[in-house]
């Protein structure tokens, strides 16, 4: 467990379907991060909030929404989504930014398949 | 834009022998450098980080890097591996002007036999 919670582990869908990714973390940390990992690429990053507001969105589809209630919980809905979306989706949070920028603690991700 | 490059996607060793990783980023401003570690079906864990100071970095389970503004390298080592350290490791970067958000490399999977 690493404080930072994502759920479910796995999700398969269709591209019809509408589902949501809920991460929570309770480490006081005030920024949250989705990124997306696909095979043999980078890690993408996809939406950044700090202190709830939405700070960067990474050309990302707007099949894909995120939404952040408060600073512990960040959730990505998901709407007719394409079989190139399959992926790992990770979650992750952070304090401070520069030199008081501490890392990042990731959460174990959900392994999304859409059909 | 600013980037991380990992130069090599795959590095087999033995075990107890000695390992390095290699990251390299494009950036003329001062950045803040990282290193993970990523075990199967598992997120990302921070292996250690140079924010300032010593450019000699230690982290956990044995590892350090080195930061070299010159070459514009922060590379990874290891004076003896072990299987557990079979993993994919990523580098990843921030700057002052980026806030929070971090770039990530893409990934040196290590594969460690015996």
């Known amino acids: 467990e690493t404080g930072v919670t994502q759920t479910p582990r796995h999700l398969v869908m269709g591209m019809t379907n509408k589902k949501s990714l809920k991460c929570e973390q309770h480490?006081?940390?005030?920024?949250m991060y989705w990124y997306k990992q696909s095979a043999k690429k980078p890690l993408e990053l996809m939406f950044v909030?700090?202190?709830?507001?939405?700070?960067e969105n990474n050309s990302v589809p707007s099949r894909f929404s995120p939404e952040c209630p408060n600073s512990s919980h960040l959730f990505l809905h998901l709407h007719t989504l394409q079989p190139e979306d399959s992926a790992l989706y990770l979650c992750?949070?952070?304090?401070?930014?520069?030199?008081?920028?501490?890392?990042?603690?990731f959460g174990s991700g959900t392994r999304l398949t859409v059909v | 834009a600013q980037s991380v490059t990992q130069l090599d996607s795959q590095v087999p060793v033995f075990e107890e022998a000695p390992v390095e990783l290699r990251c390299n980023y494009s950036?003329?401003?001062?950045?803040?450098l990282f290193w993970y570690v990523q075990y199967p079906n598992q997120g990302l864990q921070l292996l250690l980080k140079?924010?300032?100071?010593?450019?000699l970095v230690k982290g956990i389970n044995g590892f350090e890097a080195e930061f070299n503004k010159s070459q514009t390298s922060f590379h990874l080592r290891k004076p003896s591996v072990h299987i557990s350290d079979t993993a994919e490791y990523f580098c990843?970067?921030?700057?002052?002007?980026?806030?929070?958000?971090?770039?990530f490399g893409k990934g040196t999977t290590l594969s460690v036999s015996s």
């Open positions: 990843a970067v921030s700057w002052e002007q980026a806030g929070t958000a971090l770039i």
């Open positions: 140079y924010l300032s100071g010593s450019t």
């Open positions: 909030y700090n202190f709830k507001e939405q700070t």
């Open positions: 480490l006081g940390h005030n920024a």
């Open positions: 950036s003329s401003v001062s950045v803040y």
């Open positions: 992750a949070s952070s304090q401070g930014q520069g030199r008081n920028n501490y890392g990042y603690t």
